[in-house]
């Protein structure tokens, strides 16, 4: 099939950036969206033109690196997918798509359809993290975890990271990865010990990096690949509050 | 501690809060009010004056007063702050399916602020500092401010103040239904298996309170135009 393309190009982070209309002929539906791009690449480099940036490793949902704002959706149409996960039978003979950078104060674009996500990083880096004793392996059934607390834990620890929830939400907010991200290490005993440290200096984190604040829209759980619910988000609220009111610091 | 005021979560605790004593605070005023459908008005003004009477309303009052600012500024300081966090704006509109009310709080805020400043022209201002007919229903021996006639002659006299009543409880039908859920959430009472249950209470709260108000200009065209 053939189909139109309207894509934000982008020089470097100071550039200014603007929106290139590209017609690509001999589309299949069984490609993977990044396989168009690649091959909508493949023809601007045969044709002397500078190719789409574009970011993107695994190719099967799991590195969160893949992050595209695809007409007014991250990672287009479809639900918990990445773009490398979207194939082009969602899309018909003809149809135009709007490929744009996930746009928020946090994350700069750095060239074309590329963002620095090292935001999340330094969010990481502020309390994502547990303290363990070095030597030697400790006995992995020492410390019991319950069933529930397991499970929870596991489905938040399913976040890749890619940026969607903060893409898709009106208040560009981190609030689902960091609650996530926070949830996963309060729900188990090797986490809690840090737990009231961690959420305060995640959030603070967060806020100094220019994300928004949650106002409850669920569009990040919406758009989210992993189906990260906002059940996460009151956690991290109940765990921001608590460690707030008793901190002693 | 000292962090919290500023942080974004412990802003959200305050509009939070404060939403939540809003929507206590419709549910007394809607209690009151709902005296206007009963009987000749001497109900509703024997409650109107008592209410107004009443040494703890002389605390209540300013309280309430500050419920209203401290939402509306911690509304208006978010929201400005939350478009700052997206300073280049996508050129296609998200299509991410969320309430339409979730996404504009602030917009139906702002309607319901501009419907309670009419409210307050209309009825408090003319009951603390205006002149108001009396009535008495015990021979004279003790007067009070005849509310009701106040009130139904509005809602009798001009159409168009009914219908901005009417929009007024739609606003805040909107604003209500993601609100109260929203409220819970934000301090933390909820989980996967609350959420539904807040969302039927929200939706159940939203329409007895705004059903209520709406009813009431409603009742006074049934009962005098009509
Ligand atoms: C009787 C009047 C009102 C009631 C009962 C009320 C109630 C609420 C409640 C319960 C919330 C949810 C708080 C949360 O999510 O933590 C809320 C949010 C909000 N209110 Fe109001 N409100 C009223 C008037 C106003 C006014 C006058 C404005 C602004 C001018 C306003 C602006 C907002 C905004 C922007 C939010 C969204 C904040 C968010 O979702 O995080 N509200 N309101
Ligand atoms: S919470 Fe979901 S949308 Fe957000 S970064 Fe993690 S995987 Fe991506
Ligand atoms: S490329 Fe790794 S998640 Fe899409």
Known sequence: MKIKLNIWKQENPKAKGKFVKYELDGVAEEMSFLEMLDSLNEKLIKEHQEPVAFEHDCREGICGSCGLYINGRPHGPGDEIGTCQLHMRAFREGDSITIEPWRAKGFPVIKDLIVDRNAFDKIMAAGGFISIDMGQAADANAILVSKEAADKAFDAAACIGCGACVAACKNSSAMLFVAAKVSQFALLPQGKIEAKRRALNMIAKMDELGFGSCTNTGACEAECPKGISIDYIAMLNREYLCASFSETE | ?226
């Open chain 2, 1 to 226: 501690m000292s962090k919290f005021f500023t942080s974004s979560i412990g802003q959200k605790f305050f509009m939070s809060i404060t939403g939540l004593f809003l929507m206590l605070f419709l549910l007394v005023h809607l209690t009151v009010n709902s005296l206007l459908l009963f009987g000749d008005g001497e109900l509703f003004n024997r409650a109107a004056n008592f209410m107004g009477s009443n040494p703890l309303m002389k605390v209540i009052e300013p309280v309430l007063a500050l419920g209203f600012i401290l939402h509306i500024v911690y509304a208006s300081y978010i929201t400005l702050k939350n478009m700052l966090a997206r300073p280049q704006k996508y050129k296609v509109t998200n299509n991410t399916k969320v309430s339409w009310a979730s996404k504009n709080m602030y917009i139906l805020g702002g309607l319901i602020l501009t419907f309670l400043v009419i409210h307050l022209i209309n009825f408090f201002w003319k009951i603390k500092f205006g002149t108001i007919t009396a009535i008495s229903y015990d021979g004279g021996k003790t007067e009070l401010h005849d509310v009701y006639d106040l009130v139904s002659g509005l809602f009798k006299g001009w159409w168009w103040y009914d219908a901005i009543y009417i929009l007024g409880a739609i606003f805040l039908f909107l604003h209500l239904t993601h609100g109260f859920w929203s409220a819970f959430q934000t301090i933390g009472w909820d989980n996967d298996k609350w959420i539904s249950r807040l969302k039927t209470i929200a939706y159940i709260y939203a329409i007895i309170v705004a059903g209520g108000f709406a009813f009431i200009p409603i009742f006074f065209l049934l009962k005098y135009v009509v």
